[in-house]
């Protein structure tokens, strides 16, 4: 059993019949566009300690048609005034038209690594602060500078573990930040749909399915912690963080033997990403609202495969030897 | 992980190693056509996964209107209905036609394989349709091989592993890996209890326990529904 979870999605596709053809399709699409993306940004000035990074979809490297640029400009240090790249450099090549970022201005912005890595709880810690920080563990993809990327990323990283860590236990403090996260992300997802209902079908199958996977993506890592001293947990959150998280989630089902609940887990979230590929499913997911939902055969659909998923996901974390970590570490 | 693929899922018992653990309606027969009641009696089992059994056409038709009642309200996250294997008068098409119009919270529709005239005809139940392995008794839909065409006929169709069927066809329950090596990716649900020589479900035998542990390992994300009570411990 390789001890990497770089390629565990191919692996575990080898334990059923239909493999997982979207999501390999579609991490075959994110690195093509990366490709593409990297060569158009190749003239762009960069600080020294500087990096591009794209999240969402993207860093779970599933893009599909519908797929925009969630992109921070990530600097190392304070804030400072004239760090490059500008975001005027990238115009017309990160988040243009239709890939314009869309979540609530917390992309398509610079941001430092300094508070990013430091301000984590309390007033300062800000709704988008948290959310900059988690999505840069769970879901992020450099496309320029990666080296600057992978100091930043360990230096955020070390923020949660310096002080904190101990010998085979996980890490609390990322483990309760990763938590609140989640729990963050389900309460904003009912406040927002109390005050606006548009797009609420496609918000609401995106919760069940892919906020669920860099939620589940996480935990796991951060679990399996307790198998190691604190000076090695560094590296191995590293190393499992920047995998996709479907390669993170798709190793610990073969690790603890639980390859055909993992199938089929990653099966219905195959059949979704091939579903959230098709732009005629994304507008009607998009158009439905909460009091319509119930009864549409298309959301009827999608909801199945987001209890399969989970389903899966449940199993993994309290029918395998992980079940004495979640039940230690996961509720108080 | 407990030593026992299965522990005492009823209120004060032992806790359930599995989740989620329901019963199937269909063995309490004293409550027969009483829905109110044989809910009443699944929810002390499991609030979250029920299979409601309508396992003759006169049932079917007395649930479909029971479940159509206004105001009707299950907290099941997982609800199964188990579509009629006896006295069957309604023709086929017709009986699809009442299957698609049960209630939106309706997870899976078992349907026995030696019970479809035309397969077709069931297609637009799309992945609710489930189609269950059949015991030693029935002409067909018992084996991986049996199964195969429906399946490829069906393809959205989902597959309900019936533990104790499989072993009525083979006793080392090989057949039963085979089947979940051929349709384990449509597995939506499991059901479990012990056979008695006529092919009754009866309450789980500690020996079928046992064996069917390692058959239950690979179906360890799918609601198992109990088709007989659980045995008094």
């Known amino acids: 059993m390789s001890d990497t979870p770089h390629g565990a999605l191919e692996r575990l596709a080898e334990h059923g019949r239909r493999g997982f053809p979207h999501l390999l399709e579609a991490r075959r699409r994110t690195e093509?566009?990366?490709a593409t993306m990297q060569r158009r940004l190749g003239d762009v000035p960069l600080d020294s300690g500087a990096s591009i990074v794209l999240m969402g979809s993207w860093g779970r490297r599933e893009r599909t048609i519908g797929s925009d640029d969630d992109f921070l400009v990530l600097i190392d240090g304070d804030e400072r005034a004239g760090a490059r790249p500008?975001?005027?450099d990238l115009e017309g090549v990160l988040g243009a038209g239709e890939?314009?970022?869309g979540t609530q201005e917390i992309f398509g912005t610079q941001v430092f690594v300094g508070p990013l890595a430091r301000k984590i709880g309390l007033e300062d810690d800000s709704n988008s602060n948290l959310t900059r920080r988690m999505l840069l563990l769970l879901e992020s993809l450099p496309v320029l500078g990666p080296e600057a990327y992978r100091d930043s990323f360990a230096q955020v990283i070390d923020g949660y573990l310096a002080g904190q860590a101990k010998d085979?236990?996980?890490?609390?403090?990322?483990?309760n930040d990763l938590i609140r996260y989640w729990r963050t992300i389900c309460v904003d997802f009912a406040g927002k749909a109390r005050a606006d209902e548009r797009k609420w079908g496609l918000r609401n199958a995106k919760l069940r399915l892919n906020r669920k996977l860099l939620f589940a993506g996480g935990l796991v890592p951060v679990l399996l912690c307790h198998e190691h001293r604190r000076?090695?947990?560094?590296e191995f959150l590293i190393d499992q963080l920047q995998a996709p998280p479907t390669d993170r989630l798709a190793q610990a089902f073969l690790r603890f033997d639980a390859a055909d609940a993992g199938v089929r887990a990653l099966g219905a979230y195959d059949r979704w990403i091939g579903r959230l590929d098709d732009q005629e499913v994304r507008d009607r997911l998009a158009a439905l609202t909460r009091s319509e939902a119930a009864e549409d055969p298309l959301f009827r659909e999608i909801r199945r495969l987001a209890k399969e998923f989970e389903q899966g996901l449940l199993a993994l974390l309290f029918e395998t030897p992980l079940s004495p970590m979640v039940r230690a570490f996961g509720v108080f | 992980m407990v030593s026992s693929a299965i522990a005492d899922a009823r209120v004060g018992g032992l806790i359930s190693a599995h989740h989620p653990l329901g019963t199937s309606t269909g063995h309490l027969t004293e409550l027969r056509g009483h829905w109110d009641m044989l809910v009443t009696r699944a929810l002390e089992v499991s609030t979250l996964a029920v299979e409601l059994a309508a396992l003759s056409e006169p049932e079917f038709l007395g649930l479909c209107a029971w479940l159509a009642s206004s105001g009707r309200e299950l907290p099941f996250r997982f609800l199964s209905i188990h579509a009629p294997t006896k006295h069957r008068e309604l023709p086929e098409a017709e009986l699809v036609e009442r299957l698609l119009a049960l209630p939106p919270t309706v997870d899976a529709v078992v349907v026995h394989p030696d019970s479809i005239e035309q397969p077709h005809r069931y297609a637009p139940l799309g992945s609710t349709l489930v189609l269950e392995n059949m015991d030693s008794r029935k002409p067909t839909g018992r084996t991986s091989a049996e199964l195969e065409p429906l399946f490829a006929a069906l393809p959205d169709a989902g597959f309900c592993l019936d533990v104790p069927h499989a072993q009525s066809i083979d006793p080392t329950l090989d057949g039963a890996h085979q089947l979940l090596d051929a349709f384990g990716e449509r597995l939506r649900h499991v059901h479990l209890s012990s056979l008695d020589e006529d092919c009754h479900h009866v309450p789980?035998?500690?020996?079928?326990?046992?064996?069917?542990?390692?058959v239950l390992q690979r179906c360890l994300d799918v609601p198992w529904i109990l088709e007989a009570p659980l045995p008094a411990r």
């Open chain 2, 204 to 214: 789980l035998r500690p020996a079928d326990e046992e064996a069917f542990t390692p």
């Open chain 1, 32 to 34: 093509r566009d990366l």
């Open chain 1, 99 to 101: 890939a314009k970022p």
């Open chain 1, 86 to 88: 500008a975001l005027a």
């Open chain 1, 168 to 175: 085979y236990r996980p890490p609390r403090f990322l483990l």
């Open chain 1, 231 to 234: 000076s090695e947990q560094r």
